[in-house]
């Protein structure tokens, strides 16, 4: 006599009880999701709200802290050359505190998305940030970074910036892209700033502009080392020694501390004689930009003029008062000081 087969597995085999036709004649019944328990009726949903106007959320805002570097730039710093000695290179591979800040390095590399900066181009035109409405106090302001780079007039011998820099009020260009150098032509351009070359003009041997055109890729530098007889006859001959091609030494570091977030976008920076950084412009100018470049171009230039105290004192008084000022004079003459 046979068993029947006990209840587990005849509900095992039940679905094969029936032949393969009726099988397939059976609908196919889509499987049944449940509604989420996550959110509770009456509260908010947590997914994101899509924006109308994206735009808003990448207005740039004024400028708020100075940019740059907190130690003085010197000649031959950032050279993007590597000058250890075998020793030193050996002692740097076998370190592990070098290997933990190499690998921080890469980290942040990687995780820097490639079209980002393209990206940000849509919201305008890639402007970073808007210029500060006043120039950086000169105690409070940060140091422009020393670049290394060829120029129009030493095409074959590397120069440095701060050599260009010192003693002077500069306004400073840089760019990668000709979109770029376009942008920045809206600030400085002979055109469009008509004001602030009357002002350069007048100011001719402390005032002065600089152009540095950071390209890294080997292609587009060789690009532009075929093209440089046409950049000479574009830029003026006495502005060929201010015109720097820069390649390597900029780093993400120096990136970040002079506020050159993006490298498609043109930057403007007025720099004073002790190379620090008093005013910044990013992108396309707008409404108000120019006019406070210019502003700061003239209050650098009567900042120059001025002698600093230590010089009136070392040149104040007599030979019976040396270091003493006319006031200082006059008050000891009236107590019956002098000797």
């Known amino acids: 006599m ?10 095992a085999i039940a679905p094969l009880e029936s032949c393969l036709f009726c099988q397939f004649r059976q609908p196919i019944k889509p499987p049944i999701r449940t509604a989420s328990t996550s959110t509770q009726p009456g509260q908010p949903s947590k997914q994101p709200k899509s924006s109308s106007k994206p735009d808003e959320d990448h207005n740039p805002k004024p400028l708020n802290r100075p940019l740059g570097q907190r130690r003085p730039p010197k000649a031959g710093e950032n050279s993007g050359i590597d000058t250890r000695t075998w020793r030193q290179r050996r002692d740097d591979f076998v370190n592990y505190d070098k290997h933990l800040e190499r690998r921080r390095q890469l980290t942040k590399a990687v995780a820097k998305p490639y079209f980002r900066e393209w990206t940000n181009m849509r919201y305008h035109k890639g402007k970073t940030f808007r210029s500060n409405p006043r120039l950086f106090r000169a105690d409070k302001a940060l140091y422009f970074p020393n670049l290394q780079g060829i120029t129009l007039a030493t095409p074959r011998q590397l120069c440095d910036t701060t050599q260009v820099l010192e003693d002077k009020v500069s306004v400073v260009s840089v760019f990668s892209e000709m979109w770029a150098e376009r942008q920045t032509a809206t600030f400085v351009g002979e055109k469009e700033n008509q004001e602030l ?3 350069l003009k007048e ?4 005032a002065q502009m600089v152009d540095i055109n950071y390209e890294p890729n080997a292609m587009k530098a060789a690009l532009i080392r075929l093209f440089m007889p046409g950049l000479r006859r574009r830029v003026p001959t006495d502005a060929h020694g201010r015109y720097f091609v820069v390649r390597r030494g900029l780093t993400e570091e120096i990136r970040d501390d002079v506020g050159w977030i993006n490298s498609k976008v043109g930057y403007v920076y007025l720099v004073d004689k002790e190379c620090k950084i008093r005013w910044a412009g990013s992108g396309t100018a707008e409404a108000g930009e120019t006019e406070g ?3 700061g171009v003239k209050r650098l230039l009567e900042e120059y003029k001025k002698k600093p105290r230590a010089e009136v004192v070392e040149e104040g008084g007599d030979g019976n008062f040396p270091g003493l000022d006319v006031a200082t004079e006059a008050v000891a003459v009236a107590t019956g000081r002098q000797h």
């Open 2 to 11: 046979v068993r029947p087969a006990s209840t587990p597995i005849r509900k």
């Open 197 to 199: 070359r009357a002002v």
């Open 203 to 206: 100011g001719k041997g402390v």
């Open 293 to 295: 470049l210019v502003a």
